[in-house]
């Protein structure tokens, strides 16, 4: 069975704040592919990153980071210097090869306070 | 890039009566297409995977009679909640898979709720 865990149901921090949002998972398949998503308030699903299993190589992305690690398996996601804006839920995704299901972590609340 | 046009955004309807939701590839063919649920502060849930041509496979506990899926195109897929409760007021957001490559892209979702 496949499984995404968000340990941290709310983070709280203030602006210009570094914050790192976990995601461990759980999957059988060889071959697979991890997401993180944003979705702001309005509701909306906004793509961030794609990470293949077969490429642990760490991302950045202007203020975004992510770290991948197959040995402990966790794709985590850093946000640095945070923004007011960055407010909303992250959520942590898996597609293993098998139907090619996309499974969600139950997500992370981000508050960014000015 | 990818495009997926899901409508309408929000919907209100009486209790009793059906509503149709549509997911549109705009720019890419989707063998695939996917339906989640979204409650109030909660993860996303798949319904519900469709394939082009053939009938819907449902996760355990939803009801297919209720959430009808239709995917009559490679563009298009369809949900209708029939005979609609309050209690099936939600988010919806659908997604779908681009065949000549691998890609997930995700609607806009809708908002429903039955009054």
């Known amino acids: 069975a496949q499984k995404v865990t968000q340990a941290q149901t709310e983070i709280s921090v203030v602006e210009k704040e570094d914050v790192t949002l976990d995601c461990v998972y759980e999957?059988?398949?060889?071959?697979?592919?991890l997401f993180w998503y944003k979705q702001p308030p309005s509701g909306e699903l906004v793509f961030l990153i794609r990470?293949?299993?077969?490429?642990?190589q760490n991302e950045i992305s202007g203020r975004y980071s992510w770290n991948f690690q197959k040995s402990t398996s966790s794709f985590n996601f850093t946000i640095t210097a945070s923004q007011v804006v960055d407010s909303a839920v992250y959520f942590c995704?898996?597609?293993?090869?098998?139907?090619?299901?996309?499974?969600f972590g139950a997500g992370t609340r981000l508050f960014v306070k000015a | 890039g990818a495009v997926v046009s899901q409508h309408p955004s929000w919907v209100i309807c009486k209790s009793g009566t059906s509503v149709k939701i549509e997911c549109r590839s705009l720019?890419?063919?989707?063998?695939?297409m996917f339906w989640y649920r979204q409650f109030p502060k909660q993860s996303l849930m798949l319904m519900a995977t469709?394939?082009?041509?053939?009938?819907?496979?449902?996760e355990q506990g939803v009801e297919k009679d209720k959430f009808l899926i239709n995917h009559a195109s490679l563009t298009l897929s369809t949900l209708t909640v029939t005979s609609a409760h309050p209690e099936d007021s939600s988010f919806y957001i659908c997604?779908?898979?681009?065949?000549?490559?691998?890609?997930?892209?995700f609607g806009s979702g809708t908002r429903l709720t039955v009054v």
């Open positions: 469709s394939n082009e041509g053939s009938k819907a496979t449902y």
């Open positions: 999957t059988r398949d060889t071959t697979y592919y």
């Open positions: 990470r293949n299993s077969f490429d642990e």
């Open positions: 720019d890419f063919q989707a063998t695939t």
């Open positions: 995704a898996l597609t293993g090869t098998g139907g090619f299901k996309t499974i």
């Open positions: 997604s779908a898979r681009d065949r000549t490559r691998y890609g997930y892209t």
